[in-house]
């Protein structure tokens, strides 16, 4: 049994409304969070976990990360930042380093 990895994440902020994402990959696959603050408070907008990374499209314009079944719309500065985490993260791993 291999000793247990630290999780790898990254938080991304979503310009025009206001959330952040963080994408995170630990032993037990990936996932995908959004919150922002409402009145002073954190609030979760959204989760998303898959088993493998998230995948993207483009479609009529709107830019999306899939993670799993979930669909999340996302500015193109946003998404070049998360497929940026997402390719070092994927890389580390198939070369046997840290994830």
Same mark, same amino acid.
């Given at each position: 049994?291999? *000793?247990? &990895?630290? /999780?790898? +994440?990254?938080?991304?902020?979503?310009?025009?409304?206001?959330?952040?994402? !963080?994408?995170?990959?630990?032993?037990?696959?990936?996932?995908?969070?959004?919150?922002?603050?409402?009145?002073?408070?954190?609030?979760?907008?959204?989760?998303?976990? *898959?088993? &493998?990374? /998230?995948? +993207?499209?483009?479609?009529?314009?709107?830019?999306?990360?899939?993670?799993? !079944?979930?669909?999340?719309?996302?500015?193109?500065?946003?998404?070049?930042?998360?497929?940026?985490?997402?390719?070092?993260?994927?890389?580390?791993?198939?070369?046997?380093?840290?994830?």
């Amino acid at each position: 049994m291999s *000793a247990p &990895t630290t /999780p790898s +994440f990254a938080i991304i902020e979503v310009p025009g409304c206001g959330m952040r994402l !963080r994408a995170m990959k630990d032993e037990g696959g990936w996932s995908v969070s959004g919150w922002r603050r409402t009145h002073g408070a954190k609030a979760m907008v959204m989760f998303a976990a *898959a088993d &493998t990374a /998230p995948t +993207f499209s483009e479609t009529a314009g709107q830019h999306h990360v899939i993670a799993g !079944r979930t669909y999340i719309a996302v500015p193109p500065a946003s998404r070049k930042k998360l497929q940026a985490f997402i390719a070092s993260t994927e890389g580390a791993s198939a070369q046997g380093g840290a994830a």
